[in-house]
């Protein structure tokens, strides 16, 4: 009898990708047969880079990594059990921070499953080292030309530095 591919989505805007993110992938692509990086074409907020930008960020900074699974980076836009569906996956990953970041993904969670009754959401916990981390920490950060090597990956810390320049 042949299993079913687990296939997961990893959504997020990814402006820009941190060290945290790619830990939560590291963690998801032990769990997973495939895991698929959805940027979010269209996000709520303003992003500074824009989406082409973020999917090469995205990609350079998981070119050469080590999972356990496949990875793939792509975009979507509009609902995203809409984009689950079509990419025939069954979970949906997320990050976990800290305690102010569940009533958030815990509302997004019912919601997505009121929406498709059989994807579920699974929420990760970073490293320890990564739990104050997030990608609107880092553009503060890098807008104010501190160091950023130990939360972003080269490429980004790069396009960081860069846009900040020409601003």
Excluded at 40 to 51: G, I, N, Y
Excluded at 55 to 75: A, I, N, Q, W, Y
Aim: charged share 30%.
């Amino acid at each position: 009898m042949k299993t079913k591919k687990r296939i997961a989505i990893y959504p997020g805007t990814f402006d820009p990708v941190t060290f945290g993110h790619l830990d939560i992938l590291k963690r998801a692509s032990s769990l997973f047969d495939e895991v698929i990086m959805a940027v979010v074409e269209r996000p709520s907020k303003d992003t500074l880079f824009s989406l082409k930008e973020r999917l090469d960020l995205l990609s350079e900074s998981v070119r050469g990594e080590k999972f356990h699974c496949p990875v793939k980076v792509e975009s979507f836009d509009g609902l995203l059990v809409h984009y689950a569906r079509q990419r025939r996956a069954s979970t949906i990953v997320r990050g976990l921070r800290a305690t102010s970041d569940f009533d958030y993904e815990f509302q997004m969670a019912l919601m997505n499953r009121h929406q498709e009754k059989n994807i579920e959401t699974v929420l990760l916990m970073p490293d320890e080292k990564f739990v104050y981390l997030s990608s609107s920490l880092v553009k503060v950060v890098g807008r104010l030309k501190g160091n950023l090597q130990s939360f972003l990956p080269k490429p980004v810390v790069k396009a960081l530095q860069k846009k900040f320049t020409s601003l």
